[in-house]
Each structure stands twice: as C-alpha cells, then as structure tokens.
C-alpha cells in the first residue's frame, strides 16, 4: 500500500490551515509590507522543491512556496477590505479590536 498521496494531502491541508491565520497576524500587525518576505519565501521554496529528489519533500516545498505566493494576494484582499468601510466587518476580531460596550456584553463587566 502507499499512502503517499494520502499524507501528502494531509500535510496541504496542515499548511493551507496554517497560513491563514499567518497572514491574519501578519496584516493585523504590519499592514501589506510584509508581502516581500512572502515573495522571497515563495520563491526559495519553489526553488528547493525543484532540486530536491524525494517526492514527499519536493511536494512539500511546493506547496508550502504556492502558499506563500497566495499569502501575498490574501494580504492585498485585507488591506482592501480595511480600506473600503474601516472595519473587519465579519472578520477575526481581536481583544484589541473590541469595544468597551463589547466587552461590558460579552464578560458582564458593568465598571
């Protein structure tokens, strides 16, 4: 049996899942300006995926640099999105985002 496609999948899976919240952070805290080192990333990987000869690492690689590549779209979308009505609107909220009046809501806590 071979369960190279199946952990292969898994591990996309683990990855895609793992940027999201990477480029959540990332724009939160940086803004787009952070784009370049996902470029540079990207790139180095798609790079090291082409030379290496196992087929686990070199799949590994590439999805990892095609991640990196979306995570660049995926910031200019934010930055968009905080641009054209000044919220998150449904968006991850953050402790920091959040309102007193939120707050006295959501923990009771009438000060």
């Known amino acids: 049996m071979n369960f190279s496609g199946i952990l292969i999948g898994v591990l996309t899976f683990f990855l895609i899942g793992l940027f999201h919240p990477i480029v959540i952070y990332a724009e ?7 784009w370049p ?3 540079l990333v990207g ?6 995926s082409v030379r290496m000869q196992e087929i686990l690492w ?3 690689l590439g999805v990892l640099g ?8 995926e910031l ?4 968009k999105e905080w641009k054209k009505d000044g919220s998150r609107s449904g968006r991850w909220i953050s402790t920091k985002e959040e309102s007193g009046e939120m707050r006295r809501w959501r923990y009771g806590d009438y000060r």
């Open 28 to 34: 939160y805290y940086f803004g787009s300006r952070w």
């Open 37 to 39: 080192v996902f470029l």
């Open 43 to 48: 790139i180095l990987c798609m790079i090291l």
């Open 58 to 60: 070199s799949v590994s």
């Open 66 to 73: 095609v991640s990196c590549f979306w995570s660049i779209k």
């Open 76 to 79: 200019k979308e934010q930055e």
